[in-house]
């Protein structure tokens, strides 16, 4: 009875090994499965990983620009599994950025243009940058892109990009003249002088009236930033230069055109004297003039406080992103060294690496891009929470100014009154 029972036991532990064993089916590949392969399990926490989310990046960009950017984000998509949805607003519609940031429907990542970011980083509308982005900032960018991301001991925003203003001007005429260009108040004085002497005097510069960065530039170049290199970043300009700046302006408004206007902005660099010997422009605009006689010209920064306005976009992280990981891999990825190098490419906006400039040749980087425009010497600009709003004022009043609506008294008091 006892070896019956054994052999009871023995046939059921035999039976329970069979059944826990693979079968045919499973076991062995048919025809019909042969040349297929299974799909893999991929355990939830992978699914997790691949899965990056869905986030909003509103810019305003020009359309050839716009469609550069949308390439860049379909690789990203395809390379993160992520969802991007860019949106390009319009560059003079009605869309008020503040507004949606105070109706809290701000999308996930903006494109700012600098002067904006510690606007808005100082209403709290964005994050710093240290909760979203891996990547070095401090001492990997141009201290004169980083210097306006930052407020309150925080960065707030991640250049893209870089555009100084610079002058563009007709080497051969300034030659015939007996004059090389104008690098300081006493060069413009000079030229305005000999300018003035002419049986028919054209147009001297050509300047966007409508452009306060270009007035304000022009300015600091007459000598309106007399501190020089330590003036402080909440100052506009010297008040004893600036009185200087303005009584050499108002000698040299009677050879201004304003390249603003439509119809005007190809009216220099001509052979006959009936256009602008000078201008004052962005360097993203230096491609319009292809001319092998054009010189382009970035002042260094000098004692006397010579230098030119340096914009730029960043990009920032609102302070409502529901995404941020995902918010910080994009702006990583669209603002690496290579995508940087392909927008300067495509777009005539400079980097904001340095590293980029030190092989300018390879990189294939203007060459009249000083060391002092990489290197941040010398270049402290603006950048006040309400800078917007007083460059708003600063072009109004430049504005009545070149156009005969201000005297020069006026105008200078009104200039006095953008210094806090």
Known sequence: MKRRNQWVLFAILLLALINLSPNEKSAVVGPKDQGRTPEPVI?????????????????????????????????????????????NLPIKGSYSLQQQFELGESPDVVLLDNVWVRHYAAGGFLLPTESYYSGSITGEMLSASLAQDEWNG?????????????????????????????????????????????????????????????????????????????????????????????ALLEQLRPYIINTGETGTSDQWLGGSRQN????????????????????????????????????????????????????????????????QRQWYEKTNHLPTIKTLYYQTVRNGLPDWVSASFVKGQGFVQPVMAK??????????????????????????????????
């Open 43 to 87: 355990p939830p926490s992978q699914e997790t990983m691949r899965d990056n989310g869905k986030i909003r990046v509103v810019v305003r960009l020009p359309e050839s620009e716009f469609n550069e950017l949308q390439a860049m984000n379909e690789a990203f998509m395809q390379e993160h599994h992520a969802e991007v949805n860019l949106v």
């Open 154 to 246: 925080y960065v707030w925003g991640v250049p893209l990009d870089a555009d100084p203003y610079v002058w563009v001007y007709q080497n051969e005429s300034l030659k015939e003249m007996g004059h090389s260009f104008p690098a300081s108040p006493e060069g413009w004085k000079k030229i305005i002088e000999a300018w003035g002497e002419l049986d028919s005097p054209p147009y001297l510069l050509g300047l966007d009236y409508g452009d306060p960065y270009a007035v304000m530039s022009l300015l600091w170049q007459l000598g309106a930033k007399g501190q020089g290199k330590t003036e402080a970043s909440d100052s506009f300009f010297n008040k004893k230069g600036l009185n200087e700046a303005v």
């Open 276 to 339: 602008a010997l000078i201008e004052l422009i962005p360097s993203t605009e230096t491609r319009k003039y292809p001319y092998r006689e054009m010189k382009v010209y970035f002042p260094e920064p000098t004692d006397s406080g010579n230098k030119m306005w340096i914009a730029g976009r960043s990009f920032a992280v609102t302070a409502r992103s529901g995404n941020r990981e995902t918010a910080g891999l994009w702006i990583s990825a669209i603002t690496s060294p290579i995508q």
């Open 387 to 420: 800078l917007p709003e007083l460059m708003q004022q600063l072009q109004e009043a430049s504005q009545s100014y070149l156009r005969s609506e201000l005297t020069a008294k006026q105008y200078l008091k009104q200039l006095d009154g953008l210094n806090p």
